[in-house]
């Protein structure tokens, strides 16, 4: 039974290309009113078209004529951060550009629209061996690429990117446009775009306006052009519909974007080695650096401005994993592996002359999954040092500055792959901004607690010999050696690096020499290179290698089951159904939100649960416009389309093709489905696209944008 539920997981996240082919019949039994054509075509205009990835890190959707983009909050965030200071601050209050001339351009932002894909395996692969080395293999498959990258098909202004999919068993191609003048529109003041912060973060029940606006601008010909005042707002070949009709339980949708990482294809001992050995060992580290944070942020306004950023990027990934091995243990997801790899390995193992056998599987993969089980057994202290090594050494920020002034001083040393020219004005530009948001008091008592961490916790060869000694010095007391490193360091004021910096970098690296911090983390990567790198990329390249095989095999052999490649940052489709679940014993979710449980949340000055005054009185007076439905606000809504990040700021379509929502997040109970969807309890957190309308129109009075769009009623047929 478990096996034929297989074919109707209901997860995956598919190549738009191969949706005729593969997923055309289900999406319509689900409910989907239009053809695959009209989600990726490359003759005529598609949905694909309307559909950006936004900065390489989350996705956007073009929503007008006039290349307005719609992303979430969370992912505008450092563009509205960099236009934001003490008399404007737009991180706090919002922002909405009334006309063209006051939105916002933002160097470093970009947009990317797939122009077509394509099926490159047979080129990519050609020359290569199954004897191969991983390294082997990358050289020659890296000649290919140049080589396909020279001669396809391609306008000046596009670009050439190849992928590797199914662990490199497949590759693909794309033709990018990418539009470099990205100009800020708008966004909500944080306490509705990030309303609930890390309390509800990855939660549902939820009640964010994660979203924000840009524009595309583009040269007059309407081609990707560098930012210029001149440019013009760029016209698309296809923006999104917007639907004023919501969503109903059991409403169709899809989610069209970019979905980072995921891994789903992994033998049952590489997830049990994530649950017990990997995400233990981080979450163990960043409970106490959290703790320490916290600790500091409460007794300090100054440091809990500094350290608000940084709290939220450590706690993110941290949450997660939490929730990833509760999900991964209440669904039982081992032993679901375990039961698949019975039934894959009884299939090779089949006698000839028995239905289904195939005696080449036992030569090729018949001990695939023992190798891997082998491999994973070495690699299990190789990768909890590694944990404890980086997420230890990036938590100290003292070690930060240390490793960016060696690395400095190495390249100018040794040349090499890191220029030292280019070294010297990134850390010029880079580190007075470091020094604004850093503090010693608390930075000193990270050190404390998590060197002790380092040094009680794992393997003592694992730890560096000459911390060994200085902690043996101060009779094992870690705070004494605190005093003496942070004492007397160069490296905790901005005054006692920045001017030597500017003025004569060379002094600076001699002191690199003499700098407690600088020769403690020296001797700290130097122990991890010999102690762990070498052979962990040893152990990995060779996992790699086996993964890649049990990928063909199981694709091979599993003949019943709808694989799709896992995420890695391309253009993907999920689809499912608007859909509550049950949380726990006793608990069952409901699939919308409503304004009305915002303001129950409400929670005055707090710096999560705070509402602005102005959206607590839209709230009392219900002036939802022709936003609301029977007098209540919709706010949120949930979905079993499968998503990662990467798909922040996806767009949620209808059953037709229409904007319904943006995605922005997913549901607790469900947040291991990077590793193990199941259809039960992985859900996906959309902002109602009315809320994100009535918050512009009503709440910051840019209506005018609004006008901008094409609003429809697709369940009343218009
Ligand atoms: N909210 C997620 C994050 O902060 C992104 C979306 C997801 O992973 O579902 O990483």
Redesign the pocket.
């Known amino acids: 039974m478990f096996l034929s539920s297989l074919a109707i997981a209901n997860d995956g996240m598919w190549l738009p290309l191969l949706l005729e082919k593969l997923n055309e019949k289900e999406m319509k039994s689900l409910g989907m009113k239009i053809s695959a054509k009209d989600i990726y075509n490359v003759n005529s205009g598609s949905l694909k078209d309307a559909i950006v990835s936004f900065g390489g890190f989350c996705t956007g959707e073009v929503i007008s004529t006039k290349g307005l983009v719609l992303t979430n909050h ?1 992912c505008g965030l450092e563009s509205v951060q960099s236009h934001s200071t003490i008399d404007h601050n737009y991180i706090r209050d919002g922002f909405w550009a009334k006309n063209f001339g006051e939105e916002l351009s933002n160097p470093k932002l970009y947009v990317t629209f797939i122009a077509r894909m394509e099926d490159v395996s047979k080129q990519i692969l050609t020359g290569v061996t199954p004897s191969m080395t991983e390294s082997e293999r990358q050289s020659a498959v890296d000649k290919n690429i140049n080589e396909i990258k020279k001669t396809a098909k391609k306008e000046s202004y596009q670009e050439i990117l190849v992928k590797g999919f199914f662990e490199a068993n497949q590759y693909y191609l794309f033709v990018t446009e990418t539009y470099k003048d990205v100009r800020l529109v708008g966004a909500p003041p944080s306490s509705i775009g990030n309303f609930g912060q890390d309390t509800d ?2 939660m549902w029940p939820r009640h964010t306006g994660d979203f924000s606006m840009f524009r595309i601008y583009a040269g007059k010909d309407n081609k990707p052009a560098e930012y210029a005042p001149g440019n013009v707002p760029y016209i698309p070949k296809r923006s999104l519909s917007i639907s004023l009709d919501g969503v109903a339980e059991g409403d169709f949708t899809m989610v069209f974007g970019f979905p980072g990482k995921t891994t789903e294809y992994l033998p049952a001992v590489a997830v049990q080695q994530i649950m017990e050995v990997n995400n233990p060992a981080k979450i163990a580290i960043r409970d106490k650096a959290l703790a320490v944070m916290n600790e500091f942020m409460r007794k300090d306004e100054q440091i809990k401005i500094q350290y608000t950023k940084k709290y939220s990027t450590i706690a ?1 990934p941290w949450k ?1 994993w939490r929730g990833e091995i509760l999900g991964l243990t209440r669904t039982d997801a081992i032993n679901k592996k375990k039961i698949y790899e019975a039934e894959f390995q009884k299939r090779i193992n089949l006698p000839a002359g028995r239905q289904g056998a195939n005696p080449q599987w036992k030569e090729q993969y018949g001990n695939v999954l023992s190798e891997l089980e082998a491999a994973y057994a070495e690699l299990k202290p190789l990768g909890k040092a590694r944990d404890y090594y980086f997420e230890i050494n990036s938590k100290i920020e003292l070690f930060t500055v240390a490793r960016r002034i060696n690395a400095l001083r190495n390249a100018k040393n040794n040349g090499g792959k890191y220029d030292y020219a280019e070294g010297l004005t990134k850390l010029k530009d880079t580190l007075p901004d470091f020094y604004k948001n850093y503090s010693p008091v608390l930075d000193k008592k990270m050190f404390e607690v998590l060197i002790s961490m380092y040094v009680n916790d794992q393997d003592s060869k694992m730890v560096s010999p000459l911390l060994l000694m200085q902690i043996n010095a101060f009779n094992k007391d870690v705070s004494k050696l605190a005093d003496d490193i942070y004492g007397g360091a160069e490296y905790t004021a901005a005054n006692k690096i920045v001017p030597v910096l500017e003025k004569n970098p060379a002094e600076l690296l001699e002191r690199t020499k003499t700098s407690k911090a600088s020769v403690l983390y020296d001797d700290m990567l130097a122990t991890y290179n010999r102690e762990v790198a070498s052979k962990l990329n040893e152990v990995q390249n060779r996992i790699n290698k086996l993964q890649r095989l049990y990928m063909q095999a199981q694709m091979e052999v599993m003949k019943e089951r709808n694989f799709y490649p896992d995420a890695n940052s391309t253009l993907r489709v999920t689809y499912g159904n608007v859909k509550g679940y049950n949380a726990r014993d006793g608990v069952k979710y409901d699939f919308i939100t409503y304004l009305d449980g915002l303001v129950e949340k409400y929670i005055p000055g707090d710096y999560e649960f705070d509402v602005p005054e102005k959206l607590r009185s839209l709230y009392k007076t219900k002036d939802y416009g022709q936003y609301g439905k029977n007098g209540k606000m919709p706010v949120c809504f949930i979905a079993t389309n499968h ?3 990467g ?2 700021g996806s767009p949620a379509l209808d059953a037709y093709g229409n904007l319904v929502g943006l ?4 549901a607790w109970e469900g947040v291991m489905s990077d590793i193990s969807y199941d259809p039960s309890i992985c859900r ?1 957190i959309m902002v109602d696209i009315r809320y994100v309308l009535f918050i512009m129109d009503k709440y910051a009075g840019a209506g005018y944008l609004v006008k901008e769009m094409k609003l429809v009623h697709p369940k009343k047929g218009k």
């Open positions: 969370h973060n990855w993110n997660k998503t990662t990040g798909n922040s995605n922005f997040d997913r996906n």
